[in-house]
């Protein structure tokens, strides 16, 4: 069974900069995209970016500017730099895989998430 590990949340102050990386722990085929989401307390879970196996990159109007997705391949790694970092984007954020599976059904992978809180 395939495991995305996620690293480097944390505590940051507001205007500051993280950057996540998630992992997988084995080979995951056909890949459509890879992306990150995040939820607040109290709230749904949301997109926050995708980058496609063409490498097309999505973004929310949220986070446009700020955040950058990117990918290692020969890492099986994908990383969300976040610059300018606001209260508002305090959140656990979850790492995630979409891949075809028995195409043209396909499948989402799910990291186990990560805190991320801005606060002075």
């Known amino acids: 069974q395939v495991q995305l590990v996620e690293s480097g949340g944390g505590l940051v102050q507001p205007g500051g900069s993280l950057t996540l990386s998630c992992t997988a722990s084995g080979t995951i085929f056909s890949i459509i995209a890879r992306g990150w989401y995040r939820q607040a307390p109290g709230k749904q879970r949301e997109l926050v970016a995708t980058i496609t196996s063409g490498s097309t990159t999505n973004y929310a109007d949220s986070v446009k500017g700020r955040f950058t997705i990117s990918r290692d391949n020969a890492k099986n790694t994908v990383y969300r730099q976040m610059n300018s970092l606001k209260p508002e984007d305090t959140a656990v954020y979850f790492c995630?895989?979409?891949?075809?599976?028995?195409?043209?059904?396909?499948?989402?992978?799910w990291g186990q998430g990560t805190q991320v809180t801005v606060s002075s």
């Open positions: 995630n895989v979409r891949a075809y599976h028995d195409y043209p059904s396909w499948r989402d992978y």
